[in-house]
């Protein structure tokens, strides 16, 4: 299932437009492509779950911690209490949270596995996906795993947990560094958005980080540091071959290359 905009001039139908190249798509070619644009290449948003089932074996996925939901510490309201909010991502995307984690196989190699899901509250970091990614750290550290992350969060922190959400970013960090001098292998993916407190954390403390192209990565967005430096940025900013260029990628890989390239690397590092 694509999660690309609705928009009220296209129909749930057949085609779908892309935001890449801005050509109407014949929707089952796209799917076939793992939801990667024929013409030019764009990455569609995909679901979290739908991510998984692309890049692991087939039914090798144990979900842990699978109920786990967020308590509400700081009684948070916007429109609706923090609890209703949860209950309507709920609803909206069938996840429990944005994080999901668990015990997986890349061609016949086991590792653990976290992923983040911009369509749940952005993908933002509260007490669970700190939680939820801490706990599969630890998980690989004790079984002596791999261990990859998948983030996709145009939020960082949640602010509905105000510093509970702060805090898993060193929660988070912490358990990557220990994992990581215990000789554990993590490499970390960025898809399309992954920014602010994520990017800040966990995210960014691989041995080896990996992109999908053109995915916007940063801390804060691109029009917040213009307001805030009152200069234009440079052309394609924040864009994962900006990055690369600038030493912060090890390497972009396309959707479909993707198990293929991990499987690589596993059979290498590991
Ligand atoms: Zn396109």
Known sequence: MIFFRKKKDMPDGLWIRCDGCKGMIFKKIVEERMFVCPECNYHFRIF?????????????????????VPCNPLNFKDRVTYPERVAIEQEKTGLKEAAIVGKGMINGREIMIGITDPSFIMGSMG???GEKITRI????MEQKLPLIIISGSGGGARMQEGVFSLMQMAK???AIARFQEAGGLYISILTDPSLGGVMASFASLADITIAEPKALIGF??????QETIKRSLPKGFQTAEFLLEHGFLDMIVNRQDM?????????YLQ
């Open 220 to 225: 804060a967005g691109p029009r917040v540091i």
């Open 137 to 140: 750290t630890e998980k690989a």
């Open 259 to 267: 198990k293929k390239e991990l499987s690589r690397l596993l059979g």
């Open 127 to 129: 007490s669970v996906v």
């Open 48 to 68: 979290s779950r739908d991510r998984l089932k692309l890049l692991l074996d087939e039914n090798s996925f144990e979900e842990m911690w699978a109920t786990m």
């Open 172 to 174: 988070t960090s912490a």
